[in-house]
């Protein structure tokens, strides 16, 4: 498994249910945020550029759960590149809780596929993955260029 992009997050009461656990749709949520903060503190050029015309849709999310979560729980989201295509880009997350104590464990997984775009909203078209953002994602790479 390759490096990883971090971002640290502590669950809050309004990301919980009745219940006390933390509600599902917030895992994507997370991972859009992830993704937000690295372009902010790795890849400032895109997002420049996405004041422009570029444009990251998401295709794709996923996630599968393998332990629940609640209110104060500290919480790791770990970003990799799976996948960069031309126009295309496939990213992984881990979420992992971290322990007091200094444990780790995987408590969720997803997944997150986003195409780049060009041109006004009504004509975008597929564009090539812009060279600063493939010079980000270098250090993160899980597995070789397609």
């Not at 493939?134 to 260029?145: D, I």
């Amino acid at each position: 498994m390759g490096a990883y992009f971090e971002y640290l997050h502590t669950v809050g009461f309004e990301e919980t249910n009745l219940v006390g656990n933390v509600y599902y749709v917030n895992y994507l949520r997370w991972q859009g945020r992830c993704r937000e903060m690295f372009l902010k503190t790795r890849a400032p050029e895109v997002l420049a550029d996405l004041q422009q015309d570029l444009k990251l849709f998401t295709l794709k999310v996923d996630c599968e759960f393998f332990a629940e979560i609640t209110a104060f729980d500290e919480l790791s989201i770990r970003m990799r590149l799976v996948e960069l295509g031309q126009t295309q880009i496939q990213f992984a997350f881990d979420y992992v809780r971290l322990d007091p104590d200094g444990t780790e464990a995987l408590i969720a997984r997803g997944s997150q596929r986003v195409a780049c775009m060009r041109g006004p909203n009504t004509r975008t078209e597929p564009a090539r993955v812009p060279d600063a953002l493939v010079r980000a994602l270098a250090p993160y790479t899980e597995m070789a260029q397609v």
